[in-house]
């Protein structure tokens, strides 16, 4: 349904947006696209379009903090009968606060927390509150392999608790997490399609053809999201396979031994390695080299989140190398200002995506079309002619 469409529909309350602090500049984005949708349609004058077209849709909202470091939400308007938006990135490391005058970098703990503040605050007035949740807290953390506890489930129930309506994610690390809370609406989100789009965009020779670009898996877990993204793109897929030393764990995981590929001959090919997150990107690199020693020609990195959390020292090597062409992770999570500015960082912008998903929403729409985007993709295809044969 386009927005043309959508505003002959009575929304479901009044729109609100809370972005946390940790979300401000994309939240921004996200009322703006919203803002302009709404200032260039026709509606009525009717009570249920009262507050339809304003300025801003964004709610004066703030978390402040005591000097112990303890913090409580805080709404400076009403949101009584309204349609609550809250969007949250738990792996906002660049925000601080002080503990006892020592300064504190929030961990995704501290961002989880203020989450559940800014519900608390919101007491149940609104008419239905969603949390966008771009990175799912604790995601990695999602099945018990020992004595373990569940985070991610936990987490999940408690936001329902409290009156969580739907959560919206992308790119869960696995989705059967929702299984926690089979009775509400969960939805992880693929930005495939705005991959696809900044591929095209940024690097007018790439040919997606099976003659000369695969996708590749970095490991059996990726599998899922490498094979939908060849199969739209009709070209091949292949994947590695970690072998692990279980009889050690270093930082909380048993070590990679050696990755082992499966799959067609990637030599002379592009190739665009897939995954949900780049961490350390020590995979990454170590899957680009074992592709570069099969004679693949030009390496792409694509991840939905981009963390780099022991920098990008790493990644400027092996583009000086020759090993990895271009980088793209998307501005779901905090992207600082140095990843921004290198040469071979492409930067997918997600904020349209999020707006179309919170404007469906309002007017409780289906949002179908957005979960899979294979027609999309078709179009973008077709507009560049690397249409499937």
């Not at 009403?78 to 906002?92: E, T």
């Not at 020592?102 to 519900?119: A, T």
């Not at 592709?291 to 694509?302: E, G, Q, S, Y």
Request: aromatic content about 8%.
């Amino acid at each position: 349904m386009s927005q043309k469409d959508l505003s002959k529909t009575i929304p479901y309350g009044d729109l609100g947006i809370i972005p946390l602090e940790s979300s401000k500049a994309i939240g921004k984005k996200v009322d703006d696209y919203i803002v302009g949708w709404r200032t260039e349609t026709n509606v009525d004058s009717s009570i249920h379009f009262t507050n339809y077209k304003k300025n801003s849709y964004i709610i004066d909202a703030v978390c402040p903090r005591f000097g112990s470091g303890e913090a409580k939400g805080i709404l400076n308007e009403s949101v009584r009968g309204k349609d609550i938006y809250l969007l949250v990135d738990v792996c906002n490391h660049s925000l601080s606060y002080k503990v006892c005058g020592q300064v504190n970098h929030m961990s995704p703990d501290d961002h989880f927390q203020d989450l559940k503040r800014m519900i608390a605050a919101i007491s149940g007035k609104a008419r239905r509150i969603t949390v966008i949740m771009p990175f799912l807290y604790e995601s990695r953390q999602h099945k018990r392999s020992s004595r373990e506890s569940l985070d991610c489930a936990l987490a999940l129930q408690e936001l329902t608790n409290m009156g969580v309506e739907n959560i919206i994610t992308f790119d869960a690390h696995d989705p059967r997490v929702q299984n926690a809370i089979p009775l509400k609406s969960f939805e992880t989100v693929q930005p495939t399609y705005q991959f696809i789009k900044a591929l095209l965009q940024n690097v007018p020779d790439i040919h997606m053809k099976p003659e000369n670009m695969m996708i590749i898996s970095p490991d059996e877990g990726a599998m899922g999201r490498a094979i939908y993204f060849g199969n739209v793109a009709g070209v091949d897929v292949g994947t590695f396979y970690k072998r692990r030393d279980y009889t050690k764990i270093v930082e909380g995981r048993n070590p990679i031994i050696a990755h082992e590929f499966l799959g067609a001959d990637v030599a002379g090919k592009d190739v665009v390695v897939i995954d949900d997150m780049i961490s350390s990107g020590e995979s990454m690199i170590d899957v680009a080299t074992e592709l570069k020693r099969r004679n693949a020609n030009r390496i792409f990195v694509a991840s939905t989140f981009g963390l780099f959390t022991n920098g990008l020292a790493k990644f400027d090597e092996v583009y000086k190398s020759g090993l990895i062409y271009r980088v793209m992770t998307t501005n779901l999570v905090y992207q600082p200002e140095e990843l921004l500015e290198r040469e071979y960082y492409i930067n997918v912008d997600m904020s349209k995506y999020i707006a179309l998903l919170i404007d469906t929403l309002n007017h409780d729409a289906s949002i179908a079309e957005y979960l899979n985007p294979t027609e999309r993709i078709e179009r973008i295809l077709k507009k560049y002619h690397q249409e499937r044969n």
